[in-house]
T-cell receptor
Framework: KQEVTQIPAALSVPEGENLVLNCSFT??????LQWFRQDPGKGLTSLLL?????REQTSGRLNASLDKSSGRSTLYIAASQPGDSATYLC?????????????FGKGTSLLVTP | DVKVTQSSRYLVKRTGEKVFLECVQD?????MFWYRQDPGLGLRLIYF???????EKGDIPEGYSVSREKKERFSLILESASTNQTSMYLC???????????FGSGTRLTVV
């Protein structure tokens, strides 16, 4: 069964810092990997989707990389802002459940202080 | 933008009640999903549907059932609500294996 791990579980940084969130997965047979943001009590907002054939994706201050062979992905946030405070979830779409379902990590809770 | 709409943000139900959670998507997606999210356990898949009237069990289907009579609507049913079903319920949809998921805003269900 696919296991997805996110490190660190929580992170606090001062505004303006660049930071990296890590995600690892145990089975490299994946279709794609998706990073989400979740604000307290809310649903998930998609940030970036990386297909298994891609190495990275960028959106604004966010950059996500994928190394499928080693089972790792990173989410890089440049010039962090207090509004970036949220929980960030990594999810992998593998071949289990006929390739339909995502397997989630437990998230990294990020706090950016002014 | 794709929209996934969950009919209720907050629900309070009594033990033993039959509970319906509704989810509607507006982008003609084939695949729809129900997850629950609990502190320390993360998101867990309850059921999913890859086509109208088709359903598959996820990792934790016990105590739940689903209905998909129309492509845009996927309902989660708690046959007899119990306190251990108090949770955040999240609905999602996707077009296919090469596409990302879109999630609804969630329903916080409390069973008393």
């Amino acid at each position: 069964k696919q296991e997805v791990t996110q490190i660190p579980a929580a992170l606090s940084v001062p505004e303006g810092e660049n930071l990296v969130l890590n995600c690892s997965f145990t089975d490299s047979a994946i279709y794609n990997l998706q990073w989400f943001r979740q604000d307290p009590g809310k649903g998930l907002t998609s940030l970036l989707l990386i297909q298994s054939s891609q190495r990275e994706q960028t959106s604004g201050r966010l950059n996500a990389s994928l190394d499928k062979s080693s089972g790792r992905s990173t989410l890089y946030i440049a010039a962090s802002q207090p509004g970036d405070s949220a929980t960030y979830l990594c999810a992998v779409r593998g071949y289990s459940n006929s390739g339909y379902a995502l397997n989630f990590g437990k998230g990294t809770s990020l706090l950016v202080t002014p | 933008d794709v929209k996934v709409t969950q009919s209720s943000r907050y629900l309070v139900k009594r033990t033993g009640e039959k509970v319906f959670l509704e989810c509607v998507q507006d982008m003609d997606h084939e695949n729809m999903f129900w997850y629950r999210q609990d502190p320390g356990l993360g998101l867990r898949l309850i059921y999913f549907s890859y086509d109208v009237k088709m359903k598959e069990k996820g990792d934790i289907p016990e105590g739940y059932s689903v209905s998909r009579e129309k492509k845009e609507r996927f309902s989660l049913i708690l046959e007899s609500a119990s306190t251990n079903q108090t949770s955040m319920y999240l609905c999602a949809s996707t077009k296919g294996t090469d596409f990302g998921y879109t999630f609804g805003s969630g329903t916080r269900l409390t069973v008393v």
